[in-house]
C-alpha cells in the first residue's frame, strides 16, 4: 500500500533503515528476546522518593536527544504534559521526542515548546489541532510515528521505542511509589496505557496530585517500577478527564445504523452465549450495545467477557450480569472508573495485554465481534481514523487495527455521507485499518459483506437487512453526493502510520 | 420497491440535508413539502431545491409531493415545476370539493401534455382539512381518476372546527370515520392523519392500531422513528400469517371436495373471512414477509 518512493525516504531517517513497508495483517514472523533493556535498581530502605521535579530532572540526567513519555489517560483535561515539558524547557534541554500514548486537543499549549525545538520528534496514536498542523507543515526533524494501542506496547517491549524517562499522571500516588488511576480529585481510570512505560522506561516518575503517606489499597503500577514521586496542585482538569454522564446518539439515521449492526451481529455465530465483544463508546456504539443488550435478554445470552474501554453502559451491562467480566485499557466515565475501583469483575489491563501482536495472545484474539467507527473506508474495505477528507490529522489509530485484527467479526458503523462528503471512496485518505481484517461495512444506506467473508454473508440472507455490495454503496454515495476532485497531496511526508506489528502503512503527507 | 402504502413521510422541501437522507428509513413513500414546512420566504428555494435532487436522483420509493394550495400564488407555479419530475402524485391541501381536485387534474393535464408525459401518470392525493371537505369527501376522491388516496388534515380541521386538541385524538374520531368510508366507497386508499407527537412512541402505536382498526391502511407521518411503528402495526404478524393461511387452505379443501360448511378450530368460515385471509396474504407479501 504505501509506495516504494515513500519507503525509500522513510528508510533514510536515522534508525529506521529496516522499516518494511506493510504486506498482510498477519504476515509479521516476530524474532529475537521480548525484553527490551532496562537499568537495575537499587533504592537504600528509608529513601525518599518523592522529590521536586527540577531534582528529579537533574538526577535522572536527562539530556539534549531523549526521549520522554506519557499516556494519554486523562484526556483532555492533561496538564502534566505542559508541566512537565515546560520544566525540561527551563533546563535549556532540547532536541526531545516526545512519545504520548495519544495527543489531545488540551495539548495544544506544547506548541510552544514544538516551535523552540525543545519537542523535535513525535511517536504518539494521534495528534490534531495545532500541533497536527505543526506535523503537517514539517515541523518536526523527521517523520512523526502514529502506532496503535498495541503497537506502541510492541515497540516499547521489543526496543524499538526505547524510553528514556517516563512521566505518569498519577491520580492517586503513595510515597514509595505505588501508583492508581481510580482514586484522588482527579481520578481517570485505569492506567493500561501506562503501563508498558512503567515496566520499560529506563527512569519512570509518577506526578501525582493526590499523595498518600499510606500505602495504597488499589495498586495500578507498582512501586517497584517507580523511581521518584513528584506532586502537583492538579494534574488535569476533572471536566477534560471524565465525562460526568454517557453520550447515546438520538439521530435517527445513526440509531438506524446501530439497529443494522445489531441485526448482523445477532444474525451470525459470533452472537451466543458467552461471547465476548467490543464496543466502543461513541453514540453508535454504545446505540448498537444497546441493541445487542435487548438481543441477549431475549435470548437469555451473557457475554463471558467485555474487552476494551469502558463507559457507563458497559458497567450497566456488567452489573446486570449480561457480561460477566471486563478487560479494561481506558475508561470514559466516572461510573466506569467507580466500577473499576469497587467491582472484581472488572480488570485493569496494560496496553500490552490489551493488543500488542507479539504476545503469546492479547485479549483483542478472544473477541468474537467488534464495533467500530470510520472517518472514511473504501472499496477494499480499508479504514481511516487518522485524517480527514483533506489529509489533515484529526483522529487516531487507537486500538482500532488492534481490535480489527483480534476480533473473529469486525463491523464497521458509519454514514455513508457526512455533510456533503461521501466517506466511503474507492481509496481511503489513510490507510490505518487493512481490509482485510474488517468484515462488515453498515451504514444507513445498505450493508456490505466484506467478499472475504462468504460465510458472513450467507447468515445475513433472509433477514430483512438492506444488504448490498460495497461497489453499489460507492456508486449510490457518489449519485449522492457527485464525484469529487481528487486530492492532491504532497510528496513530502511527515509522518508515519505503523501497522500493529511495526511495518508501514500509509504516509502523512505535509499541507 | 413494494406496493404498498403504509407510510407517506414528509420530507421538508427546503432541507437539502433532510431530502438526501429521508429514504433511509424506509418509508413506503417520502412527500417533499413545499407547504407548510416551508417559510414563505423560501418557496421558491424550496422549489429548486427539489426539483434539481428529482432531477439527479430517485430514492428507491413512491415520491409525492405536497404542493401549495390553491388559494395561494405558488400553487400554479408549484404544479409546472413539479409535474415535470414525474412524482408518482402531487398532494393537494385544503381539498374542499370536486371542483378544486378537477381543477388540479385539468392543470396536471396541461403540464403532462407539454412534457411529453403520459396524461394520467400524475396521480393526486387529497388533503381534507376543512368541515366541509369532510361533508364533500367521498365525491372529492371520485373527482378524478387521478385521485387514489384521500386523508384528514387533523391540525386544519381542527381550527376550522374549533375544536381543541386532545390527548387521544377523540375529537377528530367521526371525521376519520367518514374518510375511511368514504376512501372505501370510492375504492381509494385512506390516509391516516398525522400525529406529530413522536416522543411518545407507546401512545403513537395506539393511535396507529386504532386508526387500522377504522379502515386505514395508510399513516402519514413526520419523524422517522414512527416509520418502523407504523409498518410493525400494519403488517400482518407471523400468527396472523399463519391464521389466513390455514383459513385459505381449508376453504381451498372445501372446494375441491364440494363441501359445503367449512370450520376452522370450530369456528365457521365464511366467505368475507376468506377474503379477508386472502388480503392478509396478499399485504404481508407486499410487505416483504415470507408467505
Same mark, same amino acid.
Given at each position: 500500500m504505501v509506495d516504494e518512493k515513500y519507503m525509500e525516504q522513510i528508510r533514510k531517517v536515522p534508525g529506521w533503515e529496516t522499516k518494511q513497508a506493510f504486506s498482510g495483517a498477519y504476515n509479521a514472523h516476530p524474532e529475537g528476546s521480548r525484553m527490551a533493556p532496562r537499568p537495575v535498581k537499587f533504592f537504600r530502605p528509608g529513601t525518599d522518593k518523592v522529590k521536586s521535579l527540577d531534582y528529579i530532572l537533574d538526577a535522572i540526567g536527562l539530556k539534549d536527544g531523549m526521549t520522554i513519555s506519557f499516556h494519554h489517560c486523562l484526556r483532555n483535561g492533561d496538564a502534566v504534559m505542559l508541566y512537565v515539558v515546560d520544566s525540561i524547557a527551563k533546563k535549556g534541554i532540547k532536541d526531545l521526542t516526545l512519545s504520548a500514548s495519544s495527543l489531545s486537543? %488540551?495539548? /495544544? =499549549?506544547l506548541l510552544p515548546y514544538f516551535e523552540s525545538g525543545v519537542i523535535t520528534a513525535v511517536d504518539t496514536s494521534g495528534a490534531r489541532s495545532k500541533l497536527g498542523s505543526f506535523i503537517q507543515k514539517g515541523g518536526l526533524k523527521k517523520p512523526a510515528i502514529f502506532r496503535t494501542h498495541g503497537g506502541r506496547a510492541r515497540a516499547i517491549e521489543t526496543g524499538e521505542l526505547h524510553i528514556d524517562a517516563a512521566f505518569i499522571a498519577a491520580p492517586a500516588c503513595d510515597r514509595f511509589g505505588n501508583l492508581n488511576g481510580v482514586e484522588g480529585k482527579s481520578a481517570c481510570g485505569s492506567l493500561g496505557y501506562a503501563m508498558p512505560d512503567a515496566e520499560y522506561a529506563d527512569h519512570v516518575i509518577a506526578v501525582t496530585d493526590? @499523595? +498518600?503517606d499510606t500505602p495504597l489499597d488499589y495498586v495500578s503500577i507498582p512501586q517497584t517500577q517507580v523511581d521518584y514521586v513528584t506532586t502537583v /496542585? +492538579?494534574?488535569? /482538569?476533572p471536566a477534560g478527564i471524565a465525562t460526568g454522564s454517557i453520550r447515546v446518539s438520538k439521530n435517527p439515521a445513526e440509531l438506524l445504523i446501530s439497529r443494522y449492526a445489531a441485526q448482523v451481529i445477532a444474525a451470525t &455465530?459470533? #452472537?451466543? /452465549?458467552n461471547m465476548v465483544f467490543q464496543f466502543g463508546s461513541g453514540g453508535m456504539a454504545i446505540a448498537t450495545a444497546g441493541y445487542i443488550r435487548q438481543e441477549m435478554l431475549k435470548k437469555n445470552y451473557t457475554a463471558a467477557a467485555g474487552v476494551g474501554g469502558v463507559s457507563g453502559f458497559h458497567v450497566q451491562m456488567l452489573k446486570e450480569g449480561l457480561i460477566k467480566t471486563f478487560y479494561d485499557p481506558q475508561d470514559f466515565d466516572l461510573t466506569a472508573i467507580d466500577s473499576l475501583r469497587t467491582d472484581i469483575k472488572h480488570h485493569e489491563i496494560s496496553a500490552s495485554a490489551y493488543a $500488542? &501482536? #507479539?504476545?503469546? =495472545? &492479547?485479549? %483483542? $484474539?478472544? @473477541?468474537d465481534f467488534t464495533v467500530l467507527s470510520a472517518t472514511e473506508i473504501d472499496v477494499d474495505f480499508n479504514v481511516n481514523v487518522l485524517t480527514d477528507s483533506y489529509g489533515k490529522l484529526l483522529g487516531a489509530p487507537g486500538g482500532h487495527p488492534d481490535a480489527a485484527a483480534g476480533a473473529q467479526m469486525t463491523l464497521i458503523t458509519m454514514p455513508l455521507l457526512r455533510g456533503r462528503l461521501p466517506m466511503l471512496l474507492d481509496h481511503v485518505t489513510t490507510v490505518v485499518t487493512p481490509g482485510e481484517s474488517v468484515d462488515v461495512l453498515v451504514t444507513e444506506y445498505g450493508i456490505a459483506v466484506n467478499p472475504r467473508r462468504p460465510d458472513i454473508a450467507e447468515c445475513l440472507k433472509g433477514k430483512g437487512l438492506p444488504l448490498t455490495s460495497i461497489e453499489a454503496l460507492r456508486e449510490k454515495a457518489v449519485k449522492l453526493s457527485g464525484k469529487a476532485s481528487p486530492l492532491e497531496l504532497s510528496d513530502k511526508i511527515c509522518g508515519v502510520v505503523e501497522y500493529r506489528d511495526g511495518s508501514i502503512i500509509d504516509v502523512i503527507h505535509e499541507l | 420497491m413494494n406496493s404498498l402504502y403504509r407510510t407517506m413521510f414528509f420530507v421538508p422541501g427546503n432541507a437539502s440535508g433532510k431530502i438526501a437522507k429521508a429514504e433511509i428509513y424506509g418509508a413506503d413513500c417520502l412527500i417533499y413539502d413545499l407547504e407548510d414546512a416551508v417559510s414563505v420566504n423560501e418557496k421558491d428555494a424550496a422549489r429548486d431545491l427539489v426539483s434539481s435532487f428529482l432531477s439527479t436522483y430517485r430514492p428507491d420509493c413512491r415520491i409525492g409531493i405536497r404542493i401549495n394550495g390553491q388559494d395561494t400564488p405558488y400553487y400554479e407555479d408549484d404544479v409546472r415545476a413539479m409535474v415535470p419530475l414525474k412524482p408518482d402524485f402531487l398532494r393537494l391541501p385544503k381539498s374542499e370539493t370536486a371542483e378544486n381536485v378537477q381543477a388540479l387534474d385539468a392543470l396536471i393535464t396541461e403540464v403532462e401534455q407539454a412534457n411529453k408525459i403520459s396524461v394520467g401518470t400524475i396521480k393526486i392525493a387529497c388533503s381534507i382539512e376543512t368541515a366541509l371537505g369532510v361533508y364533500n369527501a367521498y365525491q372529492i376522491a371520485k373527482a378524478s381518476p387521478r385521485v387514489f388516496a384521500i386523508g384528514l388534515g387533523a391540525e386544519d380541521f381542527r381550527t376550522d372546527m374549533r375544536m381543541a386538541r386532545s390527548e387521544d385524538a377523540e375529537e377528530i374520531l367521526f371525521a376519520r370515520n367518514q374518510i375511511s368510508l368514504c376512501a372505501h366507497a370510492a375504492k381509494v386508499i385512506p390516509m391516516d392523519y398525522v400525529n406529530s407527537n413522536f416522543k411518545d412512541p407507546e401512545g403513537f402505536k395506539k393511535d396507529v392500531a386504532f386508526g387500522k382498526m377504522l379502515g386505514f391502511t395508510c399513516k402519514s407521518v413526520i419523524h422517522p422513528t414512527q416509520i418502523g411503528l407504523v409498518h410493525e402495526v400494519y403488517t400482518p404478524t407471523d400468527k396472523e400469517i399463519e391464521h389466513a393461511k390455514k383459513v385459505v387452505a381449508v376453504y381451498e379443501e372445501a372446494m375441491a371436495n364440494a363441501s359445503g360448511v367449512i370450520a376452522l378450530d370450530g369456528k365457521m368460515i365464511d366467505m368475507p373471512i376468506v377474503t379477508r385471509a386472502k388480503d392478509v396474504l396478499a399485504y404481508a407479501k407486499a410487505a416483504g414477509k415470507e408467505i
Open positions: 486537543k %488540551v495539548q /495544544d =499549549c493526590g @499523595l +498518600s /496542585d +492538579s494534574i488535569g /482538569d &455465530p459470533y #452472537f451466543h /452465549d $500488542n &501482536p #507479539f504476545s503469546a =495472545c &492479547p485479549y %483483542v $484474539n478472544m @473477541l | -
